[in-house]
């Protein structure tokens, strides 16, 4: 069992950057897909990012060209770096290794206007 837990997040103003941390309690070099994913108030769950073991990334539309998501997996950590927010970026963001079940609890970021 793998613990994910997040870091970074917090109030920025819109135009700012911040970022997210997600420590991995074990090793994550044999965990394929890891992604960041958000819940707004009132909306469903979104993937916002993917990486897999290799590096190949995906990002949603949404946040293409400003956010990054990265790994180390010799630190056991995963990255989301936030460039240009926007106040329709503010959620809570959580790290997940999906399909072996493991979730953060989630950081909270809001981007004031």
């Known amino acids: 069992q793998v613990q994910l837990v997040e870091s970074g997040g917090g109030l920025v103003q819109a135009g700012g950057s911040l970022r997210l941390s997600c420590a991995a309690s074990?090793?994550?070099?044999?965990?394929?897909?890891m992604g960041w994913y958000r819940q707004a108030p009132g909306k469903q769950r979104e993937l916002v990012a993917v990486i897999t073991r290799g590096g190949t990334t995906n990002v949603a539309d949404s946040v293409k060209g400003r956010f990054t998501i990265s790994r180390d997996n010799a630190k056991n950590t995963l990255y989301l770096q936030m460039n240009r927010l926007k106040p329709e970026d503010t959620a809570v963001y959580y790290c997940?290794?999906?399909?072996?079940?493991?979730w953060g609890q989630g950081t909270q970021v809001t981007v004031s206007s």
């Open positions: 997940a290794a999906p399909y072996e079940g493991y």
């Open positions: 074990g090793t994550i070099f044999s965990i394929n897909d």
